[in-house]
């Protein structure tokens, strides 16, 4: 069993996804997800509702509003899509919380739940890892990322500068595109 508290601030979000289907410490393969739902006064508006979707996670099938002492139990393999349908709008005073269970066994899953039969972490439905890249590398080339970087000295301190700027100038490239 793995998990821990989830909190969701304003603005929050989850993309569809499938999770990571081993765990590596244990050896042992992840069967079931449980969560539970903490907040409060819990608003619609608030948003931040679960979504279930199909086989290929393009397509919401339900979605799950995460009201106060809700419990969801579900399947989790190669095809159990999932994530978070809108944006978090909660109040800054009352974030979106939840306890997030994972159940593992030593039972390898059944072929018909197996799309990719190596351990994998989760793989998320709107992003394409080779597209990315291919963006980043286009990115890196076309605004000269390396030669504004190139200037950074051996210095630790604008290392850590280099790295949290550059990533974060990548993303927002990539994110714009």
């Known amino acids: 069993m793995g998990g821990g508290l989830n909190i969701s601030e304003k603005g929050g979000a989850l993309g569809t996804h ?4 081993y765990n590596d410490q244990t050896g042992l393969n992840r069967r079931l997800n449980a969560i539970i739902y903490l907040t ?39 095809y159990s899509y999932h994530g978070i349908t809108d944006k978090v709008n909660y109040p800054k005073t009352n974030p979106r919380k939840s306890i997030i269970l994972y159940f593992y066994t030593k039972a390898k899953r059944k072929k018909s739940e197996t799309k990719i039969s190596k351990p994998h972490s989760a793989l998320w439905v709107k992003k394409n890892y080779k597209d990315a890249a291919e963006k980043m590398i286009k990115i890196i080339q076309n605004k000269n990322l390396l030669k504004k970087y190139s200037s950074i000295s051996k210095n630790n301190e604008k ?12 993303y927002n490239l990539i994110d714009q595109k």
């Open 18 to 21: 499938i999770d990571g289907n």
């Open 40 to 78: 409060k006064d819990w608003k619609k508006k608030y948003g931040g509702t679960l979504g279930l979707y199909n086989s290929n996670g393009k397509k919401l099938i339900k979605s799950i509003e995460p009201k106060f002492n809700r419990l969801i139990i579900f399947n989790t393999n190669d």
């Open 159 to 170: 290392k850590k500068f280099f790295s949290q700027h550059i990533f974060k100038d990548l």
